[in-house]
């Protein structure tokens, strides 16, 4: 799904989960293909879920997964689901996992 | 620009600034007003610019500033502009700021 793309819009009711990675830079991307593996096989297929971006950073040492759900609900569910919890653990055993829920405040443009 | 909307994708070429701001409660709102001024007054201004995206964590215990630009060169532009650094420096007076440069790696939807 590498020619998908995500909208963010403020105050469009979705609950955004950004989960910040400090990783070692030799294992980014390890990492990211866990989380990759994650999304694909899991997340995307959980009720309420609308996208996983991943992004890494250029100097090695970090990973965000910036991801979009249609309520609080749906990411609760999921955070309690066995299987996204097992890529959770496999994703925490490569990394320190900084997550935390979001709304959108605002969208600037040029 | 609340209604504007921001895309995401993999492999488009820009650069992404994700700030994360490990800020005080107390001081979530009034950090979220120095970086819309922020990027109402300098930075949508600036070659490059692409756009801001400011989102607040509910536990009010983060602030994070996702900035699209359409190249490095432009990050690197705004960094060393006395504007822009005049914000930065109120933004680090009220939160620590943790600063990256990313590459989208991949997007995944339903």
């Known amino acids: ?5 995500t909208v963010i819009r403020a105050d469009d009711g979705t609950a955004t989960v950004i989960n910040v990675f400090d990783v070692d ?5 390890e990492l990211i293909e866990v989380l990759t593996e994650g999304a ?3 997340m995307q297929h959980r009720p309420g879920f ?4 991943l992004l890494a950073s ?3 040492s970090r990973v965000v997964n910036y991801a979009q759900w249609g309520s609080l ?13 097992s890529y959770a653990k496999k994703a925490a055993a490569l990394a320190e996992a ?3 829920v ?3 405040v605002s969208v600037h443009h040029a």
Chains 1, 2 share one sequence.
């Open 102 to 104: 979001y709304s959108v």
């Open 58 to 60: 250029n100097d090695g």
């Open 50 to 53: 609308i996208s996983v971006n």
């Open 25 to 29: 830079a030799s294992k980014q991307q």
């Open 40 to 42: 694909e096989k899991v």
């Open 98 to 100: 900084t997550p935390h």
């Open 1 to 5: 799904m590498e020619r998908a793309s």
């Open 73 to 85: 609900d749906d990411v609760k569910a999921t955070l309690a689901n066995p299987d996204a919890q």
